[in-house]
Structure formats: structure tokens, C-alpha cells
């Protein structure tokens, strides 16, 4: 087996949010009040290997971008660690961490917010390789245009704006600066959740193209288990912070272990030409802020037992490259 | 019978300063009674505007500048403004992508279902709170004497989508306008709602227009699709048929392009191109740039031919029966 190229070990993340000043001062005269604390990601072990695309699918809530911004160096976690080639991010100094942080670039889902709207593209995706001397800069202009040619944009819209363009077209102007600085591993935040289905499609086909040509490895975020699905080697599902089900793709489709996973894969959205009926799932999905003891799916899980209510199942392997965090896998 | 709906040549334009943006262009379609209708389009489309114009919801610069909306035997756009006041929220409701946009935040929920209900019924408050609260019911809300003494912020996004359709429900309207109902929720959730649709909508009679960009969500719900591109209805026709046997290229390349657990790393098939500008369409065809069978035969612009019972395509060369046989 080869190394693999980012390990998440163990990282949780935490965001607390302080007491305000009545709130002190309530808590001062006896109040019963205390910070409150969103366990966003609860010690999530992935071994991402190179050349290889994860799939990381959850609802709102579950902590996936979190996560996401984690592995990008955008948050640091509050435990664990997590390591690129062997070496972990938060410890590097200097070169080395710049080099890292280059090496692991992130493509967000709104491209009007991630993008300066005073900027012209060209200076847009010209930025990063000028500043980090990646490519001299006299010749900036043009190997931001060969960028952009890379994600399918003509060279001629170069010196417009990011209001100028379609959001498909935004959407290939946020790859291409991630791409600029040559980067070995992309995280995909939700990256085509805003598009229309053919535009979809398209930049689907741009990250499929863009994986064989500069070898990449991606963390490809989304809610949608069927875009997912289709872009992925192995899926790693999160419900509430945790992670409950991991393994290869076309596998986990077919045969989903977890409950949740079944209802996930249940209701993706499939062309029907009867009518459906609908089995939902009941329940909502709980406040992060208060998540429920044991497995945090049992209030919604249909075969939910006493034991569930109080132990936290552990992510165990339930078949070879499978694992499964449900303890319904001991009682067969 | 005569039909709950019919729409016939409507035209919505919007007149902005840089020229008139043709958003709704000539549609027609019609609805029976209790039907579903899928209305689906990519952004810019134009099936919110169709939406809107039922209504009679388009804002200025737009105006409906032609064709007619006649609902159970009278013309909408005649009417004006009067008799909408009636119709709406008691005959025909609409729910809204974002239910943010149907509660008034600073409200609680009971307040704005006594209100909703009292504009349209002479009932006292008592009955018309009790009214309010077996709407909520209706549509799985547990607790729901708490729930309407609460303020909207204090819903999750798929609890607000109900209480909007439970508002939506008050008046059991004949009609019922829902636009992208869903398209904000996650999937579990939208599942749910689209359960609770499904059975409300059968139990009631009532008939419904789902307008959605995801054909896919649709197809199990819907008895008839229409499909909108560039301000036209480019396919019409009972749900199985197009799903099966997409007739126009727009159609199947939308069918083509969502990702259905075929084998994965490989590319999708893709609509190249991307949807025209309203102010700047193309001549002929409005799809024929983007469409890998277009030829000098698309311009002009062909009408939408029927090729079959209840089933409309406006193209010159349509993914006809016979050829699919005689190609395989």
C-alpha cells in the first residue's frame, strides 16, 4: 500500500463561543450559563493516498467544511493532527510551510464571494504565482492566460472582471487560481452545488480532466451523493461531526452499511418514469450545539436500540476497505 | 370538464434600460384539476416568471404584455388586481424557494396564520388559531401549539418550508404555485417534504405546478413535465414519455448530464455552450448554438408540433421513435 499523501489523525475542532458581558454578570449572580461549545468535527481519522479523490458527503451541519478548511490550513484544529507527505501542517516553519500551504489549495463553492470583484481575472489568478516567484514576472500575464485556457476560458477575457462572467465561467476562474501555484491536492468546497445541471456537468468533466493532467488528488466536498459518487474513488460520509461510513465508492452506493448512509443513498434524486414514493426519514436533523447522546443518528434511526442511546459506536471495519460506525454490525 | 388552468401565448417582458428582456415568450399549458405539473428550466429560463405571472406577482419592469391566464373559466390578466386580491392565498397559493420570503420575522407564526386566515374567511380569531393549528398538523409539525406561539428564526429551513405550505394549505386552494420548494433544503429533508406533498396534494385534490431546475427530483412526482428554455416551452408531455424517450436535444442532454451512478472517473456527457443572454437571443431556434443537430433548417424558429397525444416538441429534428429503433 502507498503512503498516504494527507492523514487526518484524530482531529477535532471545536468552536466556542464566549459569554457576553450580561451574560457574565448573570452568571455572577448565580445563573446557571456556561460558553457554549459546537463539536464541529469529533476526532475524524482519513487517510487520503495520493492521485486518489475522496469524496466527503454530509449535510448541513455535519462539519465537512469544516474539515475541508482544516486540511486547506484555513482553520487549525483543536486536537489531532494532520500530516502532508509524512510531516504535519501546523508544525513546519518558514519555506516549508509555505510550500505546504501552496501545495494544498482550496476551490470554494461561491466564486462571487471568493473572488475580488476590483480585480481583473489575469490579476486574479496572477496573483499567488507572483507573489510566491513561481513564475518570473515578466511572464505573469501570459501563464495566467494559459491557466485560464487549462479551465477553458479564451484568453481574450482575461482582463475582465468577475462580474463580467457567467457563474459557470466564475466557477472555472476559482480552479484556475487554485491551480496556479501548482498545487498537488485541491479540497472542492461544495464547488458545483450553485450551477445550473449542464453547467454542472461541464465542470464535473473540467475537475475529471484536470486530475489526469496534473495529477492531482482532491477532498470533494458536497451534499449531492450522486455528484459525489460519480467523481470519487472512496466516500466518506459525516453525520453531526463524526465520521459514520467510509469505503469505496461504487461499493458504498450499492451495499451503504450505516442507516444513514441507506437513507442518504435512498434518496438521491433518480429519473423516474413512475411515480415515487417517498420514504423519508423522519426527524430533523439535531442542533450541533446539543447533539444526542450515544450515536448521534439514533432519534432518527429506524432500527435504534438501547445501546445506541448511551455507547458511541466506533468506526470499526465491516468488510474489507469498509468502515462503519453503527452497532447493529456486532449483534450479526 | 373544462381545465383549472390554461395559459395560452403568455408574454412577460422586462423592459430595462439596456432593452426588453423577453422572459416569458409566448407559453401556453393548461391543468386539470388535481394534476401535477413539473416546470422545469435551467436559470434564466423563465419558469419562475411563468410562476409569478399567474399570480400576477411580476414587479415592475415587467409587465405581462401578452397572451391570457384563464383560471376556472375567468382571465386573470383581464381581471386585474381585484380580483386577484380574491384568488390569491384562497384559490391558488404559491410556496417559495425561500420561506424566509413568505414569514415575516418579526411575527409569530400564529399571528401570521390567523391573519392569512381571516383575510379570506369571516371566522373569529379562536377558530381561525384552531384552523391554523390543523394546518400544522397536516403537515407533521409535532408540538404545534408551541410552534405557533414561536417566531420564524427560531424554525430550521425545512420546519419554515412547512410552515409556509401549512400556510400555503389554509385555505385548501385549487392551485397551488410552488417554486423551487426544496432546492435549499438537505436531501433528508427534502425528501420529507416531497412525501408530504405528494399525499396533501392527493388527499385535497388540489392540482400543483413544481417549478424546479432538478428533473430529476420532479420525475417521481410529477404526472406531466414541461420543459422551458429561453422564455419557451421546448417539451411538453406526460412524465414517463420524456424521461424515457427525451424527445428534444436540449431535454436529453439535461437528462444526460446528471450524474446516475454510471461508472464514475469517466466524463459526463455534457450540453457544451452555455443558456443565451434574454437581451441578446439568438435568431431561429433558440438552442441551436448549443445543439449538436442544428443546421440551417432551425432557423426560423420551429412551433411546438405535437408528435404524439398530449406531447409537444419544438424542434426541426427531434430524438423520434423510429429512429432510436433503426439506430440500434
Redesign the interface.
Known sequence: MTEPLLEIDDVSKRFTTELDIAERMARRLGADLAPKTVHAVDRVNLAIRPGEVMGLVGESGCGKSTLGRMVAGLLSPSDGRIRYRGREIGTLDGAEARDAALKIQMVFQDPMSSLNPRLRVRDIVGEAPRVHRIVPRREVAAYAEEMLAQVGLDAATSKRYPHQFSGGQRARIGIARALAVKPDFLVCDESVAALDVSIQAQVLNLFVRLREEFDLTYLFISHDLGVVEHISDRIAVMYLGRLVELGQAEDLLARPNHPYTQALVAEIPTFSTEKKVYSAIKGEIPSPLKPPPGCHFHPRCPHAHERCRVEVPALKEVAPGRLSACHLNDAA | MTKLLEIEGLQTHFFTRDGVAKAVDGVSLSLDRGEILGLVG??GSGKSVTGFSILGLVDPPGRVVGGRIVFDGADLVAGGERMMRGLRGRRIAMIFQDPMMTLNPVLRIDTQMIETVRAHADVSRAAARERAREALVRVGISSPDERLESYPHQF????RQRVAIAIALLHEPDLIIADEPTTAL???????I??EV?TLCAEAGTALIWIT?????V???A?RLAVMYAGRIIEAGP???I??RPAHPYTK??????????R?????????G??PSLLHLPRGCKFAPRCPRADAACDPEPPLAEIAAGRGVRCVHPHLEAEESAAS
Open positions: 435551467e436559470s430550521s429551513g425545512g420546519m438537505d436531501v433528508t429533508i427534502q425528501a420529507q416531497l412525501s405528494q431546475h432538478d428533473l430529476a427530483v420525475s417521481g412526482l404526472d412524465t414517463a414519455g424521461i424515457a442532454g439535461l437528462i444526460e448530464s446528471v450524474p446516475q451512478g454510471k464514475h472517473g469517466t466524463l459526463l456527457k455534457q450540453i457544451g452555455m443558456t
